[in-house]
């Protein structure tokens, strides 16, 4: 349990909608069915012109509802995982809403946040199945969800279930809607794989502002209460968030698949890498701590030496 059991839940925060009916299942191929592509979108700074290409272009947002209804304190944050969706992304407004314009001198607009089932359509960047993975649209500033991916991301990827390294996920998404704001989200266009390629860097970068919201988030109060969103992170909360980078490196996902790896495929980065960024967001808790684009070496975050 990490939330204050006592935070209010905000109804309108989130919308969801989306499901099956909505229609088939990308086909993601390549390696043997690791659904490389998936992977490579597990966190994915911009799905856009993949879905487009799959689905058609399809960019008819299909939210039908707002927060899940039996969501209404941080007790049910502890307890369900829509939940813990909702008042992460509360959690995140109220640190970036604070820290971005104090740091950067540019305001924070909140993203929407969109639960799905199976498959939704976005409003830019086509439609997705579950099969993508928790994802961000920089074309209509939106984050989404399938929250059984929290389960695979135990089951298939090896993570930890802790409600830390949900919250990262979270946090990773909302990341890339920083990078939006600040206006990074085109800079890995020129270089779309590689170790060191500008898709891998805006991953890295994506892990570092999760880190950055861990450090505030139990310790800054909550608008109208004088108590922080989170309890205080323990240890092997923090080890929770770290398993979820983890579990997500390139080279771990490509060596359970072929038995091997290829750096100059990567897309976002090495287990190792992941896990060092997030740590040096959670230490300095500054954005300008997170340039990832003027790293020389990225498993060597300047502010880890």
């Given at each position: ?5 006592g ?9 969801s909608?989306?499901g ?14 690791l659904?490389?592509?998936v992977?490579?979108?597990?966190f994915?700074?911009?799905p ?19 927060t899940?209804a039996h ?18 992304a509360q959690?995140?407004?109220?640190v ?7 740091q ?6 909140p993203p929407k946040?969109q ?7 976005t409003g ?10 928790p994802?961000?649209c ?8 399938d929250?059984?991916f ?5 089951d ?5 279930g ?5 919250e ?7 990341g ?7 206006g ?26 999760a ?10 109060p909550?608008?109208g209460?004088?108590?922080p969103?989170?309890k205080?992170l323990?240890?092997k909360?923090?080890?929770?968030a770290l ?7 390139d ?6 698949a ?44 300047p502010?880890?030496?």
């Open positions: 349990m990490t939330f204050n059991e935070m209010q839940i905000d109804p309108d925060r989130v919308s909608g989306g099956p009916g909505m229609g088939g299942k990308i086909a993601l191929g390549g390696a043997g069915g659904v490389v592509l992977l490579a979108l597990v994915g700074g911009d856009g012109s993949l879905l487009r290409e799959v689905t058609g272009g399809t960019t008819t947002q299909s939210a039908v509802a707002k899940p969501c209404k304190t941080g007790a049910d944050a502890n307890k369900y995982v829509d939940c813990r969706v909702v008042l992460t959690s995140l407004d109220s970036w809403g604070a820290k971005l314009p104090q950067t001198r540019k305001a924070y607009t946040v639960l799905f089932t199976g498959a939704v359509n830019g960047c086509g439609r997705a199945t579950s099969a993508v993975g994802f961000y920089p074309a209509d500033r939106t984050a989404y969800f929250t059984s929290f389960q695979e991301l135990v298939k990827f090896g993570s930890s802790g409600p830390l390294a949900q990262y996920v979270v946090a990773h998404e909302v890339h809607h920083i990078q939006n704001l600040l990074d989200s085109g800079r890995a266009a020129k270089s779309a794989q590689g170790a060191s390629s500008g898709s891998v860097r805006l991953e890295l970068q994506a892990d570092c502002y880190g950055a919201w861990a450090s505030y988030a139990d310790k800054l909550a608008p209460s004088n108590q969103f989170l205080p323990s240890d909360d923090i080890q929770d398993s979820a980078a983890s579990s997500v490196g080279d771990r996902i490509q060596k359970a072929t038995g091997r790896t290829n750096p100059e495929s990567w897309t976002h980065g090495s287990s190792s890498e992941r896990q060092k960024w997030f740590l040096t967001g959670y230490h300095n808790g500054q954005v300008k701590a997170c340039d990832t684009f003027s790293a020389t070496d990225l498993n060597n975050p502010a880890l030496r």
